[in-house]
């Protein structure tokens, strides 16, 4: 079946620690987002990258990193420099098409627990 | 910059019934899209509903309509025949066009909690 997948669903991070959230696509989109969620919230943009081995900051990239080796692949590491990263974070991957609608599509989310 | 509002914290509904869920919106673009997601207690977000603001034709998808009010710069959903379901968190969304350098990034309103009742 087509989709996006996460992985894992629920990450724990120590004080100081880098962890990677897994994000990956057999839609064959070549745009691919990551968000983050908290409580009573809407949805807000981390990063995105509209093809290969290139990659945008959104409006809360601070802390964060990441990178698009693979079409299918768009990993994001939450780095130590990222003071409050408990939160609920969802990846989407979209067709970036010219004049097009551009629908994203999104995977079942991390939820990210600082210890 | 685009901003969405979604001023209904919460809303409920009696199964079987009809309910509308508000959005507004601010854009300066003339060209633009607009989105509802659904985020069920599993947290995935679902597609519910999508509009290109140059189409006057209301969008809908079976049970799911919108009443897209482009002066106003509203955008609300309609759900008939609420089932058990539809209870979700609902989210409205914005999007720009791809010249605008936003890069098809989405805007999201902070959602409606909505409660159907059997």
């Known amino acids: 079946d087509g989709g996006i997948t996460q992985s894992p669903k629920y990450l724990f991070r120590k004080e100081g620690q880098n962890v990677t959230l897994s994000c990956e696509q057999n839609?064959?989109?070549?745009?691919m987002y990551w968000y983050r969620q908290d409580p009573g919230q809407g949805l807000r943009l981390i990063y995105y990258?509209?093809?290969?081995?290139?990659?945008q900051k959104g409006d809360i990239a601070e802390g964060y990193s990441v990178s698009r080796e693979k079409k299918e692949s768009f990993p994001l590491t939450v780095t130590s420099a990222q003071k409050n990263p408990t939160a609920f974070y969802l990846c989407?991957?979209?067709?970036?098409?010219?004049?097009?609608?551009?629908?994203?599509?999104f995977g079942p989310g991390t939820r990210l627990l600082v210890l | 910059a685009q901003t969405v509002t979604q001023s209904q914290p919460e809303m409920s509904v009696q199964e079987a019934e009809t309910v509308t869920l508000s959005c507004t919106y601010d854009?300066?673009?003339?060209?633009?899209?607009l989105f509802w997601y659904k985020q069920p207690p599993s947290r995935q977000m679902i597609l519910v509903i999508r509009?290109?603001?140059?189409?006057?034709q209301n969008a809908t998808e079976n049970r799911f309509s919108v009443n897209f009010q482009k002066a106003a710069k509203s955008f609300s959903l309609k759900i008939s025949d609420s089932q058990l379901g539809d209870a979700a968190m609902y989210f409205c969304?914005?999007?720009?066009?791809?010249?605008?350098?936003?890069?098809?990034?989405?805007?999201f309103g902070s959602g409606t909690q909505l409660t159907v009742l059997p």
């Open positions: 989407a991957s979209s067709i970036p098409l010219a004049g097009g609608m551009g629908t994203q599509y």
């Open positions: 839609l064959n989109h070549d745009a």
């Open positions: 990258s509209q093809i290969v081995n290139d990659f």
């Open positions: 854009t300066s673009e003339s060209d633009y899209y």
């Open positions: 509009q290109e603001a140059y189409k006057q």
């Open positions: 969304a914005s999007m720009g066009p791809i010249s605008s350098g936003s890069a098809r990034q989405l805007t």
